[in-house]
């Protein structure tokens, strides 16, 4: 009988120990954050308030438990008393639930509905999720780019170190700035996934065909990463999101300096039109282009995933006529994971990436596809009985004639 007071006397102490520990601890590194908005505050607040009243109640229910269970016991000669059906007891413990819960919701609705309120914001940025990356573009300011994960395969394949935000760090980071209300257009191009910024307290689902909304305020200059949150395929759990939070004055100059760096891209875009690329310099810049866009479906290797995703290596359409291969990824092929290139790459990207599956891993075509051809394809897609058709056929004419050279020349 002794050693059953005992090991109650222990199970006790667990368990009070388990109850306090958290509440001592409470703001370490095993809590969520307290993040770096006004909102995020409130949450955490929330999450607070919820888990001691949690707490209060575990504590006095299993109080009342264990002091019963000690008390009354057989050996001490306790008999159980025999009642039921007690309407005082049950009126008193649905009527307490129901105030707790009262008492809870109150709170969290508050929090809620100032997490959805977007209006008076100062900033509008539209995020697209897709597979696998994210899309920003500042509403109103000709800024627009792609976000992709950074981190490298060899971190991934265990070959080299894993850094400090292994597979929590991206190419382009989404800039922001602090102390504006910034409104996010959130939705999806192919499947859902969801933007989860857990220091900002923001966590919303993007949703092909719909636009959800979301808003910030950050309070501290910083870098803040998350992650998709919603299980969107093969690579969910490769992209990331990196959040720079400048002051204000250095936003402002950021957002200057991208709006032209995005004209003298598309003045380089303009240019490359007119340049020709030899076969070596299209196979480099289309490896680096193939190896961050395309490998994670069809893999470094070209053979692609059985099932899923097909192989380069070989492929008919990387074998066969260099219109069609141009146009699976410049419109992509609807209602598959292969996506439309179109906005996402330069004709120039375009150009390369083709020429480099028609020429890697034993797919020895010898084409060379330029960024004009890509430009003549598309216009011929695109293009009505304009002006533009002439110059697009002639154009495309030299598209073939600059593959006979390439072959010729092989
Ligand atoms: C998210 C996954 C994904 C990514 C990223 C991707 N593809 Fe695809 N790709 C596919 C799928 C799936 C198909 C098969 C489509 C179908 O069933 O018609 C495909 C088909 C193709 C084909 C036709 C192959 C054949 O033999 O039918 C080519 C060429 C191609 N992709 C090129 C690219 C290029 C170039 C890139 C990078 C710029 C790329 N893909 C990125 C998923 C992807
Ligand atoms: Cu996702």
């Keep these: 009988m002794k050693r059953l007071l005992v090991s109650l006397a222990w199970l006790l102490n667990i368990f009070v120990a388990a109850l306090i520990s958290p509440l001592v601890h409470a703001s370490t590194e095993y809590n969520m954050t307290q993040g770096v908005t006004e909102i995020s505050g409130k949450v955490y607040e929330l999450h607070m308030l919820i888990f001691y009243i949690c707490c209060a109640i575990a504590f006095v229910v299993f109080g009342v438990m264990f002091y019963s269970i000690v008390r009354h016991r057989k050996s001490k000669g306790a008999v159980a008393a025999h009642f039921h059906e007690s309407t005082k007891v049950e009126i008193l413990w649905t009527i307490i639930p129901i105030i707790i819960l009262i008492a809870m919701a109150i709170p969290a609705t508050k929090t809620l509905i100032a997490m959805e309120d977007t209006s008076q914001s100062e900033l509008t940025v539209k995020i697209t999720g897709s597979q696998w990356k994210w899309h920003y573009s500042y509403f109103g300011e000709d800024v627009e780019f792609f976000s992709l994960l950074a981190t490298s395969d060899k971190e991934i394949e265990g070959i080299e170190v894993k850094g400090a935000h292994y597979l929590l760090e991206v190419d382009n980071p989404l ?23 857990p220091a900002f307290a923001v966590k919303k689902d993007t949703i092909p065909g719909f636009i959800n909304e979301a808003w910030t305020k950050i309070d501290e200059p910083g870098v803040y990463r998350g992650q998709c949150a919603e299980l969107c395929g093969r690579a969910h759990g490769f992209m990331p999101i990196v959040v720079h939070a400048m002051e204000e004055d250095d936003f402002d100059g950021w957002l200057a300096e991208q709006k032209e760096l995005a004209i003298a891209a598309k003045q380089a875009a303009q240019d490359a039109l007119d340049a020709s690329l030899s076969l070596d310099e299209l196979n480099v810049i289309g490896e680096e282009v193939y190896k961050t866009r395309c490998a994670v479906c069809h893999q470094a290797n070209g053979e692609g995933i059985p099932g899923a995703f097909p192989a380069i290596k070989g492929s008919p359409i990387a074998l066969g006529d260099v219109g069609v291969h141009i146009d699976t990824i410049v419109y992509g092929r609807g209602g598959t994971a292969m996506q439309a290139f179109d906005n996402q790459l330069t004709e120039k990207e375009i150009a390369a990436v083709v020429t480099y599956q028609r020429n890697a891993w034993g797919n020895d075509t010898g084409d060379v596809v330029q960024a004009s051809d890509v430009n003549a394809y598309k216009a011929k897609q695109e293009g009505g009985s304009d002006n533009e058709q002439s110059e697009t056929n002639s154009e495309q004419g030299s598209t073939d004639e600059a593959q006979n050279d390439a072959k010729e020349q092989l």
């Design 175 to 197: 800039v922001l700035p602090i102390d504006r209300k910034v409104r996010f257009l959130m939705t999806s191009d192919d499947v859902i996934h969801s933007w989860w910024v």
